[in-house]
């Protein structure tokens, strides 16, 4: 179970009674038995996030028909986005004293032809560009909210807050980031000099600001593990935000799970 969904039979236990929590079941009444009750159509929908499979595999899978799949997914991303929606970290909860390390990323998607503007010429394809900042020790600190793939970093990262201070009366602290996001008072790699190379001290500047910036890579793609933010995204695009932030609050939920509270039983869940 863990390796389709990234989960232990704890932490999806665990989500479950929140979701009966929030969303308690209705008064059963005669007639026939779903073919999936709260529990596997949990786990039916983290397999899909994790995996990104197609309804029908997923359907073979769990010996359901694809229509069933399909409700359960419908039904279950817009629940746990809602239910796990307080794990995740917002502008205001990061701490404005801390140094972050900042990078861009799309998260693509199936081309429309009413969404000219999910086109990244940087990444000539289509997608959202959401932004992520992680600790200096390289923990997952915080993800924006998507914006259409044109967006350039240095927009997305402007638009989303992040670099919004609160008047301390003390000097912000300049986090980290790469050329994207020259100008904007980070720390960031030199360009070189139009026409000239670059100089030998500029040189072991990049290398030295790269050693550091590599943890909010290896962050991103920590995340991306969840494959429905790495490979293109099928369903509606009124879905896709959605869906990533049902991803992200399970991402957050997921690391800091065994550091929070001791697992309760769920009697009521039905398996």
């Avoid at 026939?32 to 039916?44: A, C, E, H, Q, T």
């Avoid at 701490?95 to 799309?106: E, F, N, R, V, W």
């Avoid at 919004?164 to 602290?173: A, C, F, H, R, S």
Wanted: glycine share 6%; net charge positive.
């Amino acid at each position: 179970m863990y390796h389709t969904t990234g989960f232990s039979k704890a932490e999806i236990v665990d989500i479950c009674s929140r979701v009966e929590a929030m969303f308690p079941s209705k008064q059963r009444t005669t007639g026939r038995k779903p073919m999936l009750g709260l529990f596997k159509s949990i786990v039916v929908t983290l397999a899909y996030l994790r995996r990104n499979r197609v309804q029908q595999e997923l359907a073979e899978y769990f010996g359901a028909s694809q229509s069933t799949i399909s409700r359960a997914i419908t039904t279950f991303v817009p629940i746990l986005a809602a239910v796990l929606a307080d794990w995740i970290p917002t502008v205001d909860d990061l701490d404005p004293k801390a140094q972050y390390i900042i990078d861009g990323t799309l998260l693509t998607c199936w081309s429309w032809h009413n969404r000219p503007e999910l086109y990244s010429g940087k990444h000539h394809t289509t997608g959202v560009n959401v932004q992520v900042a992680c600790t200096l020790y390289g923990d997952l600190a915080w993800v924006s909210d998507p914006l259409p793939g044109s967006t350039h970093d240095a927009k997305a990262i402007r638009e989303s807050g992040f670099l919004d201070q609160p008047e301390t009366g003390k000097e912000p602290p300049r986090h980290l980031g790469d050329k994207g996001y020259i100008g904007l008072g980070m720390i960031t790699p030199k360009r070189k000099p139009p026409g000239l190379p670059l100089p030998d001290a500029d040189k072991e500047y990049n290398k030295q600001v790269n050693q550091i910036r590599y943890l909010v890579e290896r962050a991103v793609a920590n995340l991306k593990t969840w494959r429905i933010l790495h490979t293109d995204y099928r369903r509606p695009f009124n879905t896709f935000a959605e869906t990533i932030s049902a991803v992200i609050a399970l991402e957050f939920f997921r690391s800091r799970f065994w550091w929070t509270f001791a697992v309760s039983p769920c009697p009521d869940v039905d398996r």
